[in-house]
Nanobody, 125 residues
Framework: QVQLVESGGGLVQAGGSLRLSCVAS????????MGWFRQAPGKEREFVAA????????YYAGSVKGRFTITRDNAKNTVYLQLNSLKPEDTAVYYC??????????????????WGQGTQVTVSS
């Protein structure tokens, strides 16, 4: 089992920044891929970004590329998502997720085995 706990969400004005954190505990060695997803009211949960824990390779949704940055600190079992140039359409609950080494597509939420409880990000116009 892997437990994931997100933090760092909040209310920010358009153009502002936030940094989300996700701390993993438990069988963290099985978390080869860490991802961030988000879900806005009335919409499906969508991929935001992913990182390969060992190599540091990163992947982004087109809508956030150039504005969001995913990083990891393996010593702290923590993954971060830096959100810059925020827009009202970025408003959502942001979820951290982990997947094992024999993963499918990093962009597919079905690939991920464990999920955090989510942290709310609200961007005002």
């Amino acid at each position: 089992q892997v437990q994931l706990v997100e933090s760092g969400g909040g209310l920010v004005q358009a153009g502002g920044s936030l940094r989300l954190s996700c701390v993993a505990s438990g069988r963290t060695f099985s978390s080869a891929v860490m991802g961030w997803f988000r879900q806005a009211p009335g919409k499906e949960r969508e991929f935001v970004a992913a990182i390969i824990r060992s190599m540091g390779n990163t992947y982004y949704a087109g809508s956030v590329k150039g504005r969001f940055t995913i990083t990891r600190d393996n010593a702290k079992n923590t993954v971060y998502l830096q959100l810059n140039s925020l827009k009202p359409e970025d408003t959502a609950v942001y979820y951290c997720a982990s997947a094992g080494p024999a993963s499918g597509s990093y962009y597919d939420r079905q690939t991920y085995d464990y999920w955090g409880q989510g942290t709310q990000v609200t961007v005002s116009s």
